[in-house]
């Protein structure tokens, strides 16, 4: 995959009149377009977890209660619940979805890494090899963006979670090369949309789908 990748770069970046930038781009949002169904589906499956863990919380608060000094019955209680509503807290096909992706976007980042090695331009950026204040400064507010609209979350934990999402992202994004920044504006752009998407048109998935 890692082979057809670069292949894929290098004739985009011929279509593109030999702008790598341009070629990075396009690619990462063709792959990750490409993904677009599945993510969608994956973070439909979760926002369901979601809605059925808060719709059962009150349940399990009573069992804990009534089983805090039996502990070696609550485990069976709490799956008796789970079973009831046909629940299950480890969910095989998200978690499956999701390690399918991984090598995908493994191999995408390195054909990136690798491709940008030699620099190059790109509009503001003078070197693709080396990291840019303005492309992370654009990368971290698509972070934010993407974690305000995320769908099932609350108000209170907002906050929190877009202040989280964006110093973890600094952190990993203020030396990267910005060639591998280019990447992640496209993969963040996908992400966003994704968010918009979900609470605007999809509905949660019935909760034995």
């Not at 769908?151 to 202040?163: C, G, Q």
């Not at 030396?175 to 998407?197: D, I, M």
Request: proline share 5%; aromatic share 12%.
């Amino acid at each position: 995959m890692y082979t057809i990748l670069v292949a894929m770069l290098a004739h985009l970046v011929q279509l593109f009149g030999g702008s790598l930038g341009w070629g990075i781009l396009f690619l990462s949002l063709s792959v990750r377009i490409a993904l677009l169904p599945l993510t969608i589906r994956i973070s439909r499956r979760m926002m369901r977890n979601q809605q059925i863990v808060r719709t059962l919380q009150p349940e399990l608060d009573e069992i804990k209660k009534r089983f805090e000094k039996k502990p070696e019955l609550l485990f069976g209680e709490i799956q008796k619940v789970y079973k009831k509503h046909g629940f299950s807290p480890f969910d095989l096909p998200a978690m499956l979805g999701s390690f399918v992706q991984l090598p995908v976007f493994a191999f995408i980042y390195r054909a990136v890494r690798d491709s940008v090695a030699g620099g190059g331009s790109f509009l503001w950026i003078r070197s693709l090899a080396s990291p840019d204040a303005w492309l992370t400064l654009v990368i971290l507010m698509l972070t934010g963006a993407a974690a305000y609209f995320m769908p099932n979350v609350s108000e209170s934990a907002k906050t929190t979670l877009i202040l989280i999402q964006i110093a973890v992202t600094c952190f990993i994004v203020w030396k990267l090369a910005a060639g591998l920044g280019l990447y992640w504006v496209a993969s963040s752009s996908v992400g966003l949309f994704q968010n918009l998407w979900l609470r605007w048109k999809i509905q949660p998935m019935p909760a034995r789908a």
